[in-house]
């Protein structure tokens, strides 16, 4: 089944966790100053910098949340690939070198490098705090999906795991560890995905996929008269009968595996099969579950598949890339989605169902939940799609955890050359996720509840050894990018709070200790965020991230490097206006009413969900007029000369 442990995976979880944390100990006694904790001594090469920017970037959202929404979307997964890379231009050309001659430990050190001002430290502090936690709460919400396959622990075990280990990585050496780690899994992870694109490729694209090994695949055909249903494929009616969005509809269990479908009568016959997977009160499975054996559960049924191939050929054999996405194209793919029912009695049943899908459909921008109103004619709709593509363009330069890296090098040169590093292994990595979203999309091995593990289900249609790699790497990754976000979290507290702004005396040895304290406080915050939002794709909830990272950090840095006039005042609100302005957007938005609040998303105060259209220009627009308001005299004439 697909939700089942193994001893090889467990073996393969156990190596890497182990290897973890032997680096961490091993590099434990480099971590001694405040130097060597935060910033690694600044003696990381450029090159182990670069794929350490991947390892580190590279995250649960990037590999389980883009191929998830990929694998049942389509195109509208990638478009976060592609948004993801275009910020690293930002990076590149503006942020890099400045930054590194700027700073010394946190984004706080850049920002009031040249004011010595305790606003901005305080606000550029919280704003790394707030900005971690929620881009926190994806990587412990992927750890957790990723524990269940491995170890057949439930969610929150998964997340506790993931909070232990991290926990021990960077209070026993730091940058240092944090660095080898994300080197590690970055290179791993890319050269991976490199290999399961390969076998993607190799395979090609069939109308009766493998699914996961051992497990017989069923597939319902359409257009079979109601009263002949029993004959097909050893299927029995069930008695209950009603109607489903609008239509009548019939329930049929196949005896052998179990699997429920629900067919939509027209007339006499059953003119739409579709093989389903059913929540009572949105919580436990029953009646037919894609996931395997177990209580009240059945064996898997094939789950994304190719229904019609160009040529109306069975099996295309190995494909080209291009050829592929070319194939993927011109082809018919059953996708998944899902409808909430309410009986009369109040009890709601959430089905999910099979949604034969053209390919130049899935292949083009508008086909997710998150994108579907592009199509249409409203025009919040298409600024809130703006507005996101906007908020992953800017947001990269603006994550405190990515931000602190470049103080790891020992030069700006290093800093500049770690950035076209990282730039080509993240973008290669991209390119492989929308391969990887296609073939788990017609692997015959998704989860139609979780789509956050298409990706190691995929290498799982291809070898139980294979899927135990890929899952544990994957949790390396993840562990790699919780990492960095406490080192920046715990940065800011006891380097930027407690030694800068409450102006607390403290040795280097005291300094250090501060931030394994604060990094275990953060540590404990991120697993309680990891259990409560347990059931959010991780991609939507890395969006969020980056709105805010944007919103509240960009605007001060860019105008800092970048016009003379600039006030600490003015950095100083325009941290706090961006931060609370686009904090404040996100939990008045439809999707936060709708997947936090739990209420109905009509009453959603804003228009749209992403603020970053609004909230960065108000960002700047603050800055400027906080700025021009308290330039003293003998500032005005300097600036001017």
Known sequence: MIHESSTLAVFVFLFFAGTVLGISFYLGRRAKSAKGYFAAGGGIHWAVNGVAFAGDYL????????????????????????????????????????????????????????FNSRGIKLAAAVSTLVVSCFYLIPQMVGAGALVQPLLGFPHYVGVLVVGFIVTIIVTTAGMVSTTWVQFIKGTLLVVLCAFITVLILLRGLSTQPPGI???????????????EVTGVAGAEVLPEEGAWAGKPYVRVRNKTTGTVAVWRKEGDRLSETQTVAVLKDGKKLVNGLPRGKGEGQADLASVGYPSKLPGNVEKTGALGPVEFIRTMEESEVVLWRSDRIVDSDGTATTIYYQKPTAGKDFMAPGSSPTFSK?????????????????ALFCGTASLPHILIRYYTVKDQASARKSTVVGIAAIGFF????????????????????????????????????????????????????????????????????????????????????????????????A??????????????????????????????????????RTTKQGITAAVIVGMLSSLGWILLSAQAYKDVYGIDPAGAIVPFSQPAIVTIPLGFAVLVIVSLLTQRPGEKTKAAA
Request: proline share 2%; with cysteine; hydrophobic share 60%.
């Open 59 to 114: 995250s649960a959202a990037s590999f389980l949340g883009i191929c998830g929404m990929i694998a049942f979307f389509g195109y509208d997964g990638f478009l976060y690939s592609i948004g993801y890379l275009a910020g690293w231009i930002v990076a590149l050309f503006i942020i890099a070198e400045p930054l590194k001659r700027l700073g010394r430990y946190t984004f706080a050190d850049a920002l009031d490098n040249r």
């Open 430 to 525: 991209y390119v492989l996720t929308l391969f990887l979203g296609l073939g788990a999309m017609t692997s015959g091995a998704l989860d139609v509840t979780d789509s956050n593990m298409s990706a190691p289900l995929l290498a799982r249609s291809f070898s139980e050894l294979l899927f135990a790699v890929i899952s544990a790497v994957a949790f390396t990754t993840v562990l790699g990018t919780v990492s960095g976000l406490i080192m920046a979290a715990s940065g800011a507290v006891a380097h930027d709070l407690m030694t800068n702004f409450m102006k607390m005396e403290m040795n280097e040895h005291r300094k250090v200790r501060a931030a394994k304290v604060a990094a275990m406080c953060v540590g404990v915050v």
């Open 374 to 390: 592009v199509r249409g004619s409203k025009f919040t709709d298409k600024l809130d799609f703006l507005s996101l593509m906007l």
């Open 213 to 227: 090994p051992g497990k017989e695949v069923v597939v319902f055909k359409a257009g079979v008269p109601a009263a």
């Open 527 to 564: 697993i309680v965020l990891g259990i409560l939002f347990a059931k959010m794709n991780v991609n939507f909830l890395v969006g969020w991230a980056f709105n805010i990272a944007a919103s509240a950090n960009l605007p001060a840095l860019v105008m800092l490097l970048f016009w003379k």
